[in-house]
């Protein structure tokens, strides 16, 4: 996917960058998120990231059933779908990307139409 002296962390980091009207925050002393309007899509740390990975928590837990090792249900949130992701396990790269990008969606659709993003030409 990148170029291998890049975390799989940075690549991700630049992938949520890039979609559009996605801009980065640390709305908390440690965090850094990336966000879409003024909701945050993607919790990005140095190992892992925290997203949405469903609508509900039982579509979430499919993540948990599929890597036990490496998705967690994310503290406070995670009854509304959203888990933890190593990024330094047995998941996949561009499943991560997947769910990042799922994630980005999900937010996207929660915006009122007035304030999605409009799509970047190609």
């Known amino acids: 996917m990148g170029r291998p002296e890049e975390s799989v962390a940075t690549r991700l ?3 949520a ?4 009207g996605a801009w980065e925050d640390s709305p908390w002393d440690g965090d850094t998120v990336a966000k879409v309007g003024d ?18 928590r039982a579509e979430a837990d499919e993540w ?3 890597y036990p090792e490496d998705a ?3 503290p406070y949130i995670g009854r509304h779908g959203w888990n933890t992701l ?9 499943e ?11 937010v ?3 915006l009122p139409r007035s304030r999605r993003p409009s799509p970047r030409p190609i």
């Open 86 to 94: 190593r990024t330094t396990g047995a998941i996949d790269e561009d």
């Open 39 to 56: 909701k945050i899509f993607v919790f990005l740390g140095p190992g892992s990231i925290g997203v949405k990975c469903a609508r509900s």
């Open 108 to 110: 996207v659709a929660g």
């Open 64 to 66: 948990l059933v599929r």
């Open 17 to 20: 960058l890039a979609l559009p």
């Open 96 to 106: 991560l990307l997947e769910a990042l990008e799922t994630s980005y969606e999900i």
């Open 13 to 15: 980091r630049s992938a």
């Open 72 to 74: 967690t249900v994310m």
